[in-house]
């Protein structure tokens, strides 16, 4: 009898070109998400974005909001850095980058985002190829 190959590997989960996703620590859930394959690093819309110093730490302030509509939710995070990475232009900026989990199909996964604005975007979240690698296979078609 010969033996079949699963197409996609078990500990791999199937997602489509756009998702919903979800993320814990910053308390912000059922977040609309596009999948770029062609994208090194993952994003996520906010503003007012600025650096806070309190009790002589310096941290990084910031405001997500998905929608015109939607409510804002300030979130401010002593653990950050600040990245040179190219937009989807193709030219280099600067960018604060976190440290957070984000949940997708149900898996948690602890990943770096860069902050971006994004206002324009059709989706405030970009999933990006170092999340995505060896933990999901995007098919187009969902």
């Known amino acids: 009898m010969k033996k079949t190959v699963p197409l996609v590997p078990p500990e791999k989960k199937i997602i489509g070109a756009t998702t919903t996703v979800n993320f814990p620590e910053l308390d912000w859930h059922g977040v609309p998400a596009r999948v770029d394959t062609g994208a090194a690093t993952s994003a996520f819309h906010c503003s007012r974005v600025k650096l806070v110093e309190k009790e002589g730490k310096t941290f990084l302030s910031f405001c997500l909001d998905m929608k015109k509509e939607s409510p804002k939710k300030d979130i401010l995070v002593r653990d950050f850095k600040e990245i040179t990475v190219k937009n989807s232009f193709g030219n280099s900026e600067r960018r604060y980058v976190i440290k957070t989990v984000v949940e997708v199909a149900g ?12 206002y ?4 405030p979240v970009l999933l990006g190829r170092r999340l995505l690698k060896g ?7 969902l």
């Not at 898996?107 to 994004?118: E, F, G, P």
């Not at 324009?120 to 989706?123: G, I, P, V, Y």
């Not at 933990?135 to 078609?141: A, K, N, P, Q, W």
């Open 107 to 118: 898996r948690k996964v602890s990943t770096q985002l860069s902050l971006a604005d994004r």
């Open 135 to 141: 933990r999901f296979v995007v098919d187009v078609s």
């Open 120 to 123: 324009k975007m059709s989706f």
